[in-house]
């Protein structure tokens, strides 16, 4: 089973909501004890009774990494949401066949990528990273495994990212040299960090100590100030900052990588029961379509079942989000996966070459969004995020410019409040405080690099009186407001001056 939400430190008290969440994962029934080759046993005898499964239990069984919230719709919001029993083929050969579906929950891709190896488990859910190490456990094995979908993802390489203590006096990476980044190893975020510290020029051992640390051991060493800098996987760099214990001083958007999560299957089995498979992707697909409609519905059930606050879940999954929910395999995503296998063998972790033409299987969700009725081949070129179609809660004009979006989640209120600009949303705020009211959480967008940010985390340049910009680092800002003219502000300062400004 998973972490409790006790087990990720600093959980902000919220005395207006409700009683703490519980993990509500449903415990996994026990795994067939059947090895592999009663498996294929088993198919042998599924094709050889005149086209029927002769009333075969079919085992499905799925590793998710709910705390992974990225990973939701390829787990998660499946499983609570019942729809892969939605989609499961109940005609042709599987006519008489009953299902025995499986859940199991884990907090990073290597101990899922295990389970897959020894057979307990179908299909899994993962990143990038550790999915490319997916590839070469079953091939070191004898194997294969297919990747067969993006599930969310970043061209940018946005998700990933580095925190340091809220206190720490370091802005940047290139603060960090000489200095002790812990990470989980064998990440995406390892693969991320590892990339970052090649670009300072920096060699590990020597100009940075990079050791191994999971996110939960992270959080309580942030916490008491006990490293100097973590980098990790989504949710983290987001979610520690958010509970107000460290701050992201660097988005893998900066490192220029793409990055993403997507699902794994066991080629036997998707040899074996390729509906099955694609019924696992229409189910992925429905889930991605309801949490597109519903965000703030969606974010608070992750809330519920992982203790992953539900701020931190829309922040990725509601419109304009750090990353965007895609499940085709764009090219960038594809490199992502080369980029992987050569990092692995930078770590001595792989000796070989894995055929990456084979390994990224792209028939099973293509078949898939051809049922679901997606174009596929429309989704492949469309690289936009997950859209805001809305108009602005003070003025009702039409927002069409995402550069200056920020939004506020209200207490109380279902859903988030969308702004045309960080000043539109201020003023918005001290009215709904002057009332009583109170945010649950405000957004804004990096105006260079596009990225939801919480508003209160960011930097702000003012230009030409009330007209201001959010920017993630404070270099940033300082380099924009040198170009267009302006003030460097952070979250409070920037409310005030615009007070100010209006009392004029």
């Known amino acids: 089973m998973g972490p409790s939400p006790r087990t990720f430190p600093g959980r902000p008290a919220h005395p207006a909501r409700r009683s703490p969440p519980v993990t509500a994962f449903r415990p996994a029934r026990r795994p067939l004890a059947r090895p ?28 998710t990494q709910d705390t992974t919230i990225n990973c939701a ?35 990073s891709g290597a101990p899922l990528t295990n389970e ?65 980044i812990s990470v989980p190893f064998a990440s995406t975020a390892h693969g991320l960090l590892l990339r970052a510290v090649k670009a300072q020029g920096w060699e590990p051992g020597r100009d940075v100590t990079i050791i191994t640390q999971a996110p939960e051991v ?8 006990k490293i100097e800098a973590h ?46 498979v694609e019924a696992y992707l229409r189910a992925a697909i429905e889930a991605d379509r309801l949490i597109a409609a519903e965000p703030e519905t969606y974010s608070e059930l992750i809330e519920k079942v992982t203790g992953i606050e539900a701020e931190v879940a829309y922040l990725f999954h ?17 490199q992502a996966v080369k980029t992987s296998f050569e990092t692995l063998k930078l770590l001595k972790k792989a000796d070989s070459d894995i055929d990456l033409d084979r390994f990224v299987d792209d028939r099973f969700i293509r078949a898939a969004a051809k049922q679901a009725g997606i174009d596929y081949e429309a989704r492949l070129r469309d690289y936009a995020p997950a859209p805001l179609v809305a108009t602005d809660a003070a003025t009702g004009a039409p927002i069409t410019d995402p550069a200056r979006v920020a ?13 045309a600009s960080p000043e539109g949303a201020f003023a918005a705020l001290a009215a709904l405080e002057k009332e009583g009211g109170q945010a649950r959480v405000v957004y804004a967008q990096d105006r260079g690099t596009g990225i939801k940010l919480f508003a209160t985390q960011a930097w702000y340049v003012r230009e030409a009186g009330k007209h ?19 003030d460097v502000l952070d979250f409070a300062a920037a409310r005030a001056g615009l007070s100010k400004l209006s009392a004029r």
């Not at 550790?130 to 970043?154: H, I, M, T």
């Not at 201001?468 to 302006?486: I, P």
């Open 73 to 107: 719709t390829g787990g998660l919001l499946i499983r609570e949401l019942k729809l892969l029993e939605k989609f499961l083929p109940h005609t042709g050969k599987y006519k008489d066949a009953t299902y025995d579906i499986q859940w199991r929950n884990f907090t």
């Open 36 to 63: 592999l080759a009663a498996l294929l046993l088993s198919a042998t005898v599924f094709g050889a009774t005149a086209g029927t499964a002769a009333a075969e239990t079919i085992r499905v069984a799925v590793g």
């Open 318 to 334: 509601g419109p304009l989000g750090l990353q965007t929910r895609d499940l085709t395999w764009k090219p960038e995503y594809r």
């Open 468 to 486: 201001l910009s959010a920017f993630l680092l404070k270099a940033d800002a300082e380099a924009f407001a040198k170009a267009k003219g302006g």
């Open 407 to 419: 939004q506020i989640w209200v207490r109380g209120e279902p859903k988030v409040r969308h702004y």
């Open 116 to 180: 897959m190896v020894a057979g307990k488990l179908d299909l899994g859910a993962m990143a990038d990273f550790p999915g490319s190490l997916n590839g070469y456990a079953f091939a070191k094995a004898g194997r294969r495994s297919l990747f067969l979908s993006v599930l969310s993802g970043s061209v940018k390489g946005s998700g990933n990212g580095i925190v340091v203590p809220k206190d720490s006096p370091v802005q940047a990476l290139a603060d960090l040299k000489g200095k002790t």
């Open 218 to 225: 992270a959080g309580s060493a942030l916490l008491a100030n």
């Open 231 to 276: 980098a990790d996987f989504v949710p983290f760099a987001e979610l520690f900052p958010w509970r107000g214990f460290a701050r992201k001083i660097y988005d893998g958007a900066q490192a220029d990588a793409p990055t993403f999560h997507g699902a794994l299957v066991d080629a036997v089995y998707a040899d074996t029961y390729p509906e099955i």
